[in-house]
């Protein structure tokens, strides 16, 4: 894992209605420009934070979440899939907060959330919904899309945002933390030398899915988060893994 950049600390920005990216900047050994860490707060009577960060960044991350809400509050710490990004600090999240529960798909919970975790996963089968208060999310299974058997996304119905995780990961540390410019030039960019999406034949399949939500906000994991039309983003995608 890289060092926090020395130019920002950890950054908060309500990029949909009570919906917080917690961005952190760092330097990365042998990428240019830097890279982002990018945890999800969504605000309502049951907070949910999707992703945790790497372990080393929980006293940023932690941080910047207290100035929006108290940790104490949280109910759920939510993940895609099983990395350190993803969830490195979910035990130091599971001890701050005493009434949160890790929250994943089936996959992660059997193979590793069930064991590595100090408090019983929420483990939602695919196209289960779960009610935050106001809102829901719905668990959507993409296994091996972008990477990881585990592997799923989140979507919030009332403001339409995808979770998206590592999907159009974007590299450099000085991102918009909403931007309606073009991701999926920059996401290529990065993706082609990075090989870091599996080569399941199924990709297309994921991604009409998730385009099948209409999502308006890509809530990503790496670099800008996105506002416009989702689904035809994501066919793009489908698109662009396929050449
Ligand atoms: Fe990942
Ligand atoms: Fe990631």
Sequence with gaps: MGTPSNETRTNVNEIASGIYRISTPIALDGISGGFTFNQYLVVDDEPLLFHTGPRRLFPEVREAVARVLPV???????????????????????????????????????????????????????????????????????????????????HESHTRTLLCGDLFTQGGNGLPALTESDILGPSEAFRQPMDYFSHTPNGRRHLERLAGLEPTTMACMHGSAWHGDGGALLRALADAIER
Excluded: K
């Excluded at 949160?100 to 590793?112: F, H, K, N």
């Excluded at 069930?114 to 483990?123: F, Q, Y």
């Excluded at 089968?125 to 296994?143: H, K, M, N």
């Design 72 to 154: 104490t509050g949280l109910r759920y710490i939510g993940l895609s899939h099983v990395e350190a990004d993803e969830c490195g600090s979910l035990n130091e999240w599971l001890a701050a907060a005493p009434q949160a529960a890790p929250l994943c798909g089936q996959v992660a919970a059997m193979v590793s959330i069930g064991d590595l975790a100090d408090r019983l996963p929420r483990a939602l089968a695919d196209g289960e919904s779960l009610s935050l208060g106001t809102r829901r999310v719905t668990w959507v299974d993409t296994p091996h899309l972008p990477h990881a058997w585990a592997c799923g996304f989140l």
